[in-house]
C-alpha cells in the first residue's frame, strides 16, 4: 500500500534547528509536499520537491531523495509560532490521490 | 481575495439526518477535494474532483457523496451520518491535477450523536 510515515512529536526550543522526517512508500509519485496546521486551523502550503535535492524558502527547507523514499523539513531559527503540526504528502499520478502523512506535532518552548 | 469557503463551520446532529457542507473557491481552480481529519489518522482523502462533472474516490469514500456542477462549488453530501462520520472536514483546490499547492478552507467540526 501506500504510506507516508512521520515521528508523531517533536520538542526544540527557540533559536534552534529542527528537522522533521517523512519516508513514504508509494508506487511512483509527482513530488514531495509540507503543509503547517496549526491548532483548529486549516493546513497551509510550505514548499514543494519536484526533484532530488535541497529547496529552501526562508527559514524552511526541504530535502527531497526518490532513492531512498526519504524526505524531511528543516526548521531553523526556531520561533514559537512555529508550533503546529508539520505533514508531508504526494499526489500519486495514476490515480490523481492526495495522500498525507500522519503528521508531526512540533513543541516548540521558551 | 482568493479562498475556500466552507459552510457550516460546526455541525451538531443526529444519525441518520441528511446534511450537506458547501465548499466553493474563487479562484477559477480545477481540481477541488474533500478531506476529514482525525487524530491520529492525519488527513484522508474521501473524494476530489478534476474539474467540472468529474469526480472520483479517494481513501475514505464510503457514506459519502460529491458533485461538482460548476467550477467554484464542490458540497459533501452525507445522505445517512453515522457517529463514525463525526470528524473535522476540509475542502481544498488547486489549479490544475498535477499542481502541487492546494489551498484548504477553514475547516468544518462535524458532530453526530
Known amino acids: 500500500g501506500q504510506s507516508l510515515e512521520q515521528p508523531s512529536e517533536v520538542t526544540a526550543v527557540e533559536g534552534a534547528i529542527v528537522q522533521i522526517n517523512c519516508t513514504y512508500q508509494t508506487s511512483g509519485f509527482y513530488g514531495l509536499s509540507w503543509y503547517q496546521q496549526h491548532d483548529g486551523g486549516a493546513p497551509t502550503f510550505l514548499s514543494y520537491n519536484a526533484l532530488d535535492g535541497l529547496e529552501e524558502t526562508g527559514r524552511f527547507s526541504s530535502f527531497l531523495s526518490r532513492s531512498d523514499s526519504y524526505g524531511y523539513l528543516l526548521l531553523q531559527e526556531l520561533q514559537m509560532k512555529d508550533s503546529a503540526s508539520y505533514f508531508c504528502a504526494v499526489r500519486q499520478p495514476a490515480t490523481n490521490k492526495l495522500i498525507f502523512g500522519t503528521g508531526t506535532l512540533l513543541a516548540v518552548q521558551p | 481575495e482568493a479562498q475556500v469557503t466552507q459552510n457550516p463551520r460546526y455541525l451538531i446532529t443526529v444519525t441518520g439526518k441528511k446534511l450537506t457542507v458547501t465548499c466553493s473557491q474563487n479562484m477559477n481552480h480545477e481540481y477541488m477535494s474533500w478531506y476529514r481529519q482525525d487524530p491520529g489518522l492525519g488527513l484522508r482523502q474521501i473524494y476530489y474532483?478534476?474539474?467540472?462533472?468529474?469526480?472520483d474516490k479517494g481513501d475514505v469514500p464510503e457514506g459519502y457523496k460529491v458533485s461538482r456542477k460548476e467550477k467554484r462549488n464542490f458540497p459533501l453530501i452525507l445522505e445517512s451520518p453515522s457517529p463514525n462520520q463525526t470528524s473535522l472536514y476540509f475542502c481544498a483546490s488547486s489549479l490544475g491535477q498535477e499542481d502541487y499547492e492546494q489551498y484548504f478552507g477553514p475547516g468544518t467540526r462535524l458532530t453526530v450523536t
Open positions: 474532483s478534476m474539474n467540472v462533472e468529474v469526480t
